[in-house]
C-alpha cells in the first residue's frame, strides 16, 4: 500500500475562504429566485469588477476576493439597491503562503446584514 502525504511545502497556498452572499426581503423571500434582483455586479475601488458565480440556490460567490493585505473597499450595484461594503485581509500564519478575511464591514441605507453560516444574508428593504 502506498500513502500520499500532502505537506506545506514552497508550493503550499491557502486562499482566502469564500464569500458569499444571499439576497432577501423584509419577509425572508430570495429576490434572485423571485425574479425580484436581475441585474448585479461588484467593483472594487479601482472599478474593476469581481467575478460573480451563482449558486443553485440563488446565492453570489465573490470570486477571487481577499487574496492581499489590508483593506479593500467594493461597491455593490443592482436593480434593487447598492451598498458599500470594504473586505480587510492578512497574511495566513500558517505553515503555507496565504491570505485569511479578517472583517467585511457593510455600508449602505436600506440594509441589514447577518453573518450565517458559510454565507452573510442581506435583507435589502
Not at 508550493?11 to 425580484?36: E, R, S, W
Not at 493585505?69 to 503555507?96: A, L, M
Request: glycine letters at 10%; aromatic letters at 12%.
Amino acid at each position: 500500500m502506498a500513502f500520499l502525504f500532502t505537506g506545506c511545502g514552497e508550493d503550499c497556498y491557502n486562499a482566502p475562504q469564500t464569500i458569499a452572499f444571499k439576497f432577501v426581503d423584509p419577509d425572508d423571500k430570495n429576490l434572485i429566485t423571485n425574479g425580484t434582483m436581475s441585474v448585479y455586479s461588484v467593483k472594487d475601488e479601482n472599478q474593476v469588477g469581481v467575478q460573480l458565480t451563482r449558486t443553485s440556490d440563488d446565492m453570489i460567490i465573490l470570486e477571487n476576493v481577499g487574496a492581499y493585505n489590508g483593506t479593500k473597499n467594493y461597491v455593490f450595484s443592482s436593480n434593487v439597491r447598492g451598498f458599500d461594503f470594504s473586505i480587510h485581509s492578512s497574511e495566513f500564519k500558517g505553515g503555507c503562503d496565504g491570505f485569511q478575511i479578517n472583517k467585511i464591514t457593510f455600508t449602505g441605507v436600506g440594509i441589514d446584514v447577518t453573518d450565517e453560516k458559510g454565507y452573510y444574508k442581506i435583507i435589502l428593504q
